[in-house]
């Protein structure tokens, strides 16, 4: 798993991005997010990665402390 920061969040739409130690961004929707889960803009997560068409992606997305 990658640890990371939220980036950006856009609550309406769903979706958002993690940014992680290196710069990486990665996109996710908020149904990869572990249920139970509120994230909020800053939060610490991990989460796993994966590929699209339209670059690298989060699932099984977990908040964590920081």
């Known amino acids: 798993m990658l640890k990371g920061k939220i980036k950006h ?9 993690i940014e992680t130690i290196d710069g990486d961004d990665y996109f996710f929707n908020v ?3 572990r249920p139970g889960q509120n994230l909020n803009l800053g939060d610490s997560v ?4 994966y590929q699209t068409n339209r670059g ?10 920081s």
């Open 46 to 49: 991990k989460f796993d990665f």
């Open 9 to 17: 969040l856009d609550t309406s739409n769903g979706w958002g991005f």
């Open 56 to 65: 690298p992606s989060a699932k099984n997305i977990l908040k964590i402390d």
């Open 31 to 33: 149904s990869n997010v």
